[in-house]
């Protein structure tokens, strides 16, 4: 079946500009989180997602960035004002109910110039 | 909150011999603990995980281990193949409500053919 998948695969902005980041789980995994990954460094939680609502969103560094997922499924990873230390690699992951197992999309690779 | 450290951080072995890539934790409540391939530029697979109630387990040529007193896991690849040849992650979660994964800084491990 189909994976994760995330859109746009690569996007280029402009500091101070607004992004968003989207993210289509597998069919049926109720749990969707997000991680960032900086170059030569382990992904790093951003925020988790059980149905619709975040059920920990301790990993957002600050308030530029806030998630949605209104439907229990996409999920829209939204940016505001973006500086040039957003520059990263945002993957997303989902898992069946219940299940620990986390799988990845292909990323979206930010650049913030 | 949780820590993973990840050693070596490079590893290069010579086709046909075998990769060990060892972990710790700093949460003992941590309980569910997968590996992750990735190579360059696409996305991270999960190929292995194991649970805090299990000691080993095995997947045709990779293993790990999970000692839960010292706090570490370890990744056992035999028979290298240059195919092998990515970055591995370790991670680690508590569960409990928020499955998210705090990940080690990853193992960049060469096949030479």
């Known amino acids: 079946g189909a994976g994760v998948s995330q859109t746009p695969s690569n996007k280029v902005t402009e500091k101070g500009k607004y992004v968003e980041l989207r993210c289509d789980p597998i069919s049926g995994h109720t749990a969707l989180y997000w991680y960032r990954q900086s170059l030569g460094q382990g992904p790093e939680f951003l925020i988790y997602f059980q149905g619709t609502g975040a059920a920990d969103d301790s990993g957002l560094p600050n308030d530029r960035f806030f998630a949605v997922r209104p439907e229990g499924s996409v999920s829209t990873l939204k940016i505001q004002r973006t500086e040039r230390g957003d520059s990263a690699v945002y993957l997303c992951?989902?898992?069946?109910?219940?299940?620990?197992?986390?799988?990845f999309g292909p990323g979206t690779r930010l650049l913030v110039l | 909150g949780e820590n993973v450290e990840q050693h070596p951080s490079t590893l290069s072995v010579q086709e046909g011999d075998s990769a060990v890539i060892k972990c710790t934790y700093s949460?003992?409540?941590?309980?569910?603990f997968p590996w992750y391939k990735q190579e360059l530029g696409k996305r991270p697979q999960l190929i292995i995980d194991?649970?805090?109630?299990?000691g080993e387990k095995k997947d045709q040529r990779i293993a790990v281990t999970l000692n839960k007193t010292a706090k570490h896991f370890s990744l056992h690849i035999t028979e290298t193949q240059p195919e092998d040849s990515a970055v591995y992650f370790c991670?680690?979660?508590?569960?409990?409500?928020?499955?998210?994964?705090?990940f080690g800084k990853g193992t960049k491990l060469t096949v030479n053919p």
């Open positions: 949460d003992s409540a941590s309980n569910y």
């Open positions: 992951a989902s898992s069946l109910p219940g299940a620990s197992a986390q799988y």
């Open positions: 991670a680690a979660t508590r569960g409990g409500g928020s499955e998210k994964l705090v």
């Open positions: 194991i649970r805090s109630n299990v």
